[in-house]
């Protein structure tokens, strides 16, 4: 029985003394807890955490930009695109034909031009010998001004025959991702009507939230300090997909609403997600933690150890003083960190508190066998 309560006091001892250790040291299974021990001093930043869904930075619908059949599909359905990767091909050669015409077309109205040229510089020359000739000379000069004209007009009619054909192989506007096809080869599409593809972008991403009144003031008010010495202060994030144990996505809070909605007091808002692993899709569930308070330190305790007062909702620890007298003590608790709960009120660092209460009962049995033992007291008259 001595060993045993020797060992048990060794591991009291131990966990005092290792209490205090800066944030990052493994801290005991709840398995492991000692009977009695101080709180844990721990420096630590408060989070609030939040449900959402991604949502992809650029949508963008795939539209042909001319009439004509499908000739080819270009790409595989779900993969990755990059901007400028031909998607669709369209039937050319009506596209062909009139680039072919419309180059002709400029060809003549720039023969017209010479042409008016030379009949301008020979009513030049007859009006130096000729009066009689100036209203021939003004006529030259307007259809002059006319040629050139056309042959505007003309390179303006080539330049959209050069787009039109150009438009006959749909390309990517952005990099992202791309859905099925919903149109196969063969199928007539229609200029600026016809729905072929959609793309996605990948990296970065928005995550959108919604984020009630008080945790929204939380938030803010420790930004709003910082950037009165730091004007370009943002609001970081950390992210975490459905499987993720942590938050290992980092994120910038870049939008918020305009206004709470009245009907659930909460209000949206977005984060840019950084650095993604290729796999995160719009529409995927996130959990996200952002911190409401600067890094302080802490008071912390099993949450095991935490009684509850079923008629007033109050929370209580005991207390072991050098005595071995128990004190019941009321506290104030803060947020969870996994088995630790944060105590805001009613504890001291040096208080000793009673983490397993069956564990405390047995030592304290032990403790008296003990010293009845070491006294010589008759075996009838140990203390139980």
Same mark, same amino acid.
Request: charged share 30%.
């Given at each position: 029985?001595?060993?045993?309560?020797?060992?048990?006091?060794?591991?009291?001892?131990?966990?005092?003394?290792t209490?205090?250790?800066?944030?990052?040291?493994?801290?005991?299974?709840?398995?492991?807890?000692?009977?009695?021990?101080?709180?844990?001093?721990?420096?630590?930043?408060?989070?609030?955490?939040?449900?959402?869904?991604t949502?992809?930075?650029?949508?963008?619908?795939?539209?042909?930009?001319?009439?004509?059949?499908?000739?080819?599909v270009?790409?595989?359905?779900?993969?990755?695109?990059?901007?400028?990767?031909v998607l669709?091909?369209?039937?050319?050669r009506?596209?062909?034909?009139?680039?072919?015409?419309?180059?002709?077309?400029?060809?003549?109205?720039?023969?017209?031009?010479?042409l008016?040229?030379?009949?301008?510089?020979?009513?030049?020359?007859?009006?130096q @010998?000729?009066?009689?000739?100036?209203?021939?000379?003004? @006529?030259?000069?307007?259809v002059?001004?006319?040629?050139?004209?056309?042959?505007?007009?003309?390179?303006?009619?080539?330049?959209?025959?050069?787009?039109n054909?150009?438009?006959?192989?749909?390309?990517?506007?952005?990099?992202?991702?791309?859905?099925?096809s919903?149109?196969?080869?063969?199928?007539?599409?229609?200029?600026?009507?016809?729905?072929?593809?959609t793309?996605?972008?990948t990296?970065?991403?928005?995550?959108?939230?919604?984020?009630?009144e008080?945790?929204?003031?939380?938030?803010?008010r420790?930004?709003?300090?910082?950037?009165?010495?730091?004007?370009?202060s943002?609001?970081?994030?950390m992210?975490?997909?459905?499987?993720?144990?942590?938050?290992p996505?980092t994120?910038?809070?870049d939008?918020?609403g305009?206004?709470i909605?009245p @009907?659930?007091?909460?209000?949206?808002?977005?984060?840019?997600?950084?650095?993604?692993?290729?796999?995160?899709?719009?529409?995927?569930?996130?959990?996200?933690?952002?911190?409401?308070?600067?890094?302080?330190?802490?008071?912390?305790?099993?949450?095991?150890?935490?009684?509850?007062?079923?008629?007033?909702?109050e @929370?209580?620890?005991?207390?072991?003083?050098?005595?071995n007298k128990?004190?019941?003590?009321?506290?104030?608790?803060?947020?969870?960190?996994?088995?630790?709960v944060?105590?805001?009120?009613?504890?001291?660092?040096?208080?000793?508190?009673?983490?397993?209460?069956?564990?405390?009962?047995?030592?304290?049995?032990?403790?008296?066998?003990?010293q009845?033992?070491?006294?010589?007291?008759?075996?009838?008259?140990?203390?139980?």
């Open positions: 029985m001595t060993t045993r309560f020797l060992a048990r006091l060794f591991t009291c001892l131990l966990f005092v003394s209490a205090h250790a800066a944030e990052g040291k493994d801290k005991p299974k709840p398995s492991e807890w000692p009977a009695v021990g101080n709180p844990i001093v721990r420096e630590i930043t408060d989070y609030a955490e939040f449900a959402g869904r949502d992809a930075a650029q949508t963008v619908d795939i539209r042909p930009r001319v009439t004509g059949p499908i000739l080819k270009d790409f595989k359905e779900g993969s990755t695109v990059k901007k400028g990767d669709f091909e369209i039937e050319s009506q596209y062909e034909l009139e680039l072919e015409r419309a180059a002709a077309t400029l060809k003549e109205h720039e023969a017209g031009v010479n008016a040229n030379t009949q301008l510089e020979r009513q030049k020359a007859l009006r @010998k000729s009066v009689d000739a100036e209203p021939e000379l003004k @006529k030259a000069e307007t002059l001004e006319q040629a050139k004209a056309k042959v505007l007009a003309a390179k303006a009619v080539l330049q959209i025959a050069e787009l054909l150009s438009w006959t192989k749909i390309k990517s506007p952005i990099d992202g991702r791309i859905g099925r919903l149109l196969d080869a063969g199928n007539l599409v229609q200029a600026n009507k016809t729905l072929l593809a793309v996605c972008s990296n970065p991403m928005y995550a959108y939230f919604d984020v009630d008080r945790t929204f003031l939380r938030i803010v420790p930004l709003e300090k910082k950037r009165k010495s730091d004007p370009d943002s609001l970081n994030a992210v975490g997909l459905a499987d993720d144990d942590g938050y996505i994120a910038k809070m939008f918020t305009s206004q909605d @009907k659930t007091a909460t209000l949206r808002v977005r984060a840019v997600l950084l650095n993604l692993p290729h796999l995160v899709l719009p529409g995927m569930f996130v959990r996200v933690r952002i911190a409401t308070s600067q890094p302080h330190k802490a008071l912390l305790i099993p949450k095991q150890c935490v009684g509850l007062t079923a008629q007033s909702d @929370k209580w620890v005991l207390v072991a003083h050098e005595t128990l004190e019941r003590r009321v506290v104030k608790l803060g947020a969870q960190y996994g088995e630790l944060e105590v805001l009120d009613g504890l001291k660092a040096d208080d000793r508190v009673v983490f397993d209460h069956d564990a405390f009962n047995q030592l304290q049995r032990e403790k008296s066998e003990l009845g033992k070491k006294s010589g007291a008759p075996k009838d008259k140990q203390p139980k």
